[in-house]
T-cell receptor
């Protein structure tokens, strides 16, 4: 079946602009995670959604970052007033549930470059 | 806090050599442990996992044993292939609903023929 998809695959934006990154999880997966992969910081957790519960935003690096998940499916990560340090690959993952026995399936990522 | 430390790369090996990538962790409670692999140009994939002490995860010839006494989860393969060239990430997840994966910084493996 279809895996996790993300769009766009690449995004180049000017400093100060807003960007939206999209994630389509695997159908039926209730848990959705956003991570960021950058050269200096490795893989970092950003935000997590589980069903209709309030999201866990503990990993968001600043209030310029926000995310929503509509209808328990598609998620959008928004970065306002982008800065050069936001340049990274943004990864989305989904899983059937949050228990450790359930694998997180990752999308191919969106490479964001802020010039 | 919870963290993962893995050996820094790059690791460069000849085909059929033995591979070890060290991974140690610090965690509150009893985490599940994972190895993820990222092949060039591809997304992260789960390679293997272990959910309790002394469990051995294995897949594609790779193995790792959950060692609680040494807080380690070292990845091993007896005979690497060129196709194993990738970045390998050790990760943990604390047994607590809603907690995301915590990753090590990744180890790049390059295998030459």
């Amino acid at each position: 079946g279809a895996g996790v998809s993300q769009s766009p695959s690449n995004k180049v934006t000017e400093k100060g602009k807003d960007v939206e990154l999209r994630c389509d999880p695997i159908s039926g997966h209730t848990a959705l995670y956003w991570y960021r992969q950058s050269l200096g910081q490795g893989l970092e957790f950003l935000i997590y959604f589980q069903g209709n519960s309030a999201p866990d935003k503990s990993g968001l690096p600043s209030d310029r970052f926000s995310a929503e998940r509509t209808g328990g499916s598609v998620s959008t990560l928004t970065i306002q007033r982008t800065q050069q340090e936001d340049s990274a690959v943004y990864l989305c993952a989904s899983s059937l549930a949050t228990d450790s026995s359930y694998e997180q399936y990752f999308g191919p990522g969106t490479r964001l470059t802020v010039t | 806090g919870n963290s993962v430390t893995q050996m820094e790369g790059p690791v460069t090996l000849s085909e059929e050599a033995f591979l070890t990538i060290n991974c140690t962790y610090t965690a509150t409670g009893y985490p599940s442990l994972f190895w993820y692999v990222q092949y060039p140009g591809e997304g992260l994939q789960l390679l293997l996992k272990a959910t309790k002490a002394d469990d051995k995860g294995s897949n594609k010839g790779f193995e790792a044993t959950y060692r609680k006494e040494t807080t380690s989860f070292h990845l091993e393969k007896g005979s690497v292939q060129v196709s194993d060239s990738a970045v390998y990430f050790c990760a943990l997840k604390v047994f607590q609903a809603g907690t995301a994966l915590i990753f090590g910084k990744g180890t790049t493996l390059s295998v030459s023929s």
